[in-house]
């Protein structure tokens, strides 16, 4: 069955990014690519992309730095009010609430999962929808003080797998449901 799962990095103190949606913090870090929870293994059962618009300007900017070609063979939905133009065939630009693309989504992952990228505030639309079955949270050894924020309400979370990746903290959780 098809889960709907955000896999993401953060700093300690939950933020995915700083104000200035820089991800330096991130990437200087040390991770084994075959280690616990890695990418890898998770992006093997992702059947489609699901991602705010905010991440997709900042992967086509990093893009057109590094020369680097657009990442996900997947369907990708890029959720916006704008009317951004998608960067391949299967990249679908929409607005709406997460509920109107669930049989959709669903249809296009097939026998795999959707990843919700992120970020935080899609994350959890997602979840008031009841469409976000677990998180998988890479907790990066660096504080941030303020930025975009992993989740933007009170969440109740199980915590059912926790490991080390070198620097990282690898931890998954399953929701529960929104804080009363
Ligand atoms: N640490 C990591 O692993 C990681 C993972 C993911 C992202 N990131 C970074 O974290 C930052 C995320 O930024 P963010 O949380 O501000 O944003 P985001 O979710 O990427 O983008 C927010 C934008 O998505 C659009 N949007 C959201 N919900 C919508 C809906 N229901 N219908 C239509 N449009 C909707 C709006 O775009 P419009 O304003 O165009 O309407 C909104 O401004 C980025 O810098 C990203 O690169 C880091």
């Not at 009010?81 to 249809?107: K, M």
């Not at 795999?112 to 949270?137: E, H, N, P, S, Y």
Request: a negative charge; aromatic letters at 12%; proline letters at 4%.
């Amino acid at each position: 069955m098809t889960r709907f799962r955000f896999y993401t990095a953060s700093s300690i103190d939950g933020f995915l990014a700083d104000a200035a949606d820089n991800l330096d913090w991130l990437f200087t870090q040390p991770i084994d690519e075959n280690g616990p929870l890695n990418y890898k293994e998770f992006i093997a059962d992702v059947g489609v992309v699901v991602m705010g618009a905010t991440t997709y300007e900042w992967i086509l900017a990093r893009n057109a730095r590094t020369g680097e070609a657009w990442q996900y063979t997947q369907p990708t939905w890029i959720f916006t009010h704008r009317q951004l133009r998608p960067i391949a065939e299967n990249v679908h630009i929409v607005a709406g609430e997460p509920t109107d693309f669930r049989q959709t989504l669903i249809d296009a992952a097939g026998d795999k999962d959707v990843w919700i990228v992120g970020g935080g505030d899609l994350a959890t639309q997602f979840a008031d929808a009841g469409l976000l079955d677990d998180l998988v949270i890479c907790y990066a050894p660096v504080t941030l003080g303020a930025g975009r924020p992993l989740f933007t309400k009170p969440y109740d979370l199980e915590l059912r797998e926790l490991d080390r990746n070198k620097a990282f903290i690898m931890a998954r959780y399953d929701v529960v449901g929104a804080r009363q």
